[in-house]
C-alpha cells in the first residue's frame, strides 16, 4: 500500500470514514487511552486541532484497549468521556488494536511507513504519527513526547505545497 487514502477507518458510531476525504491535508494520527497516565495529551491534541485545522490538519484519535486495560470505554461512551474530561472534539475512530493479528490496517501503514528506529510494534498509547499530505510521507513519534512539542514539524508540513 503506497497512500494512507486507500484506507477507511469506522468512527465511533460505525460510520465508515475514507481517508481519501483528507487528500492534500496533514493528518496527525494517535492511538489513545482514557485512563492512561499520558492521557492529559489529549488536550494537546485538541489544541493543535483547534489551532491549525483551518490551515489543512486532521487530527483523529484511535481508542485502543491494549495497554493494560488503560481504554475501557466502549465505542458508545468514549466520545463522551474525552469531550467532557479534555475537551476533545476531534475524530475518534472505533476502538481497534495497534499490534498483534488483528493490527488495523492503518496502524500497520504507519508502522510500515516509519523508520525502523522505532521497531514495527506500538509501545505504548499516545504514540503519534504525522503524515504529510501526499499521504505517504509518515513520522512517528513517541509517546512520552508532548504533541505541542510537534508544532513546528506540524506547521513545516502545512506550509508545504498544497
Known amino acids: 500500500m503506497k497512500s494512507i487514502y486507500e484506507l477507511t477507518i469506522n468512527d465511533t458510531t460505525g460510520k465508515q470514514i475514507d481517508f481519501s476525504d483528507y487528500r492534500g491535508k496533514v493528518l496527525l494520527l494517535a492511538n489513545t487511552a482514557t485512563k492512561c497516565g499520558l492521557a492529559g495529551q489529549f488536550e494537546e491534541l485538541e489544541a493543535l486541532h483547534k489551532k491549525f485545522a483551518k490551515d ?26 474525552c469531550r467532557l474530561n479534555f475537551g ?31 521497531g514495527r510494534r506500538i509501545k505504548w498509547n499516545f504514540t503519534k504519527f504525522l503524515v504529510a499530505r ?9 509517546p512520552t513526547t508532548h504533541p505541542k512539542d510537534m508544532e513546528t514539524d506540524i506547521k513545516r508540513l502545512l506550509a508545504a505545497t498544497k
Do not use: Y
Open 88 to 118: 476533545v472534539t476531534f475524530l475518534l475512530s472505533e476502538k481497534i488494536n495497534v499490534n498483534g493479528p488483528k493490527t488495523h490496517p492503518v496502524f500497520k501503514f504507519l508502522k510500515s511507513h516509519t523508520r525502523i528506529g522505532f
Open 56 to 81: 489543512g490538519l486532521v487530527v483523529i484519535g484511535f481508542p485502543c484497549d491494549q495497554f493494560l486495560g488503560q481504554e475501557p470505554e466502549t465505542n458508545e461512551t468514549v466520545v463522551g468521556v
Open 134 to 142: 501526499d499521504g505517504e510521507t509518515v513520522s512517528r513519534f513517541a
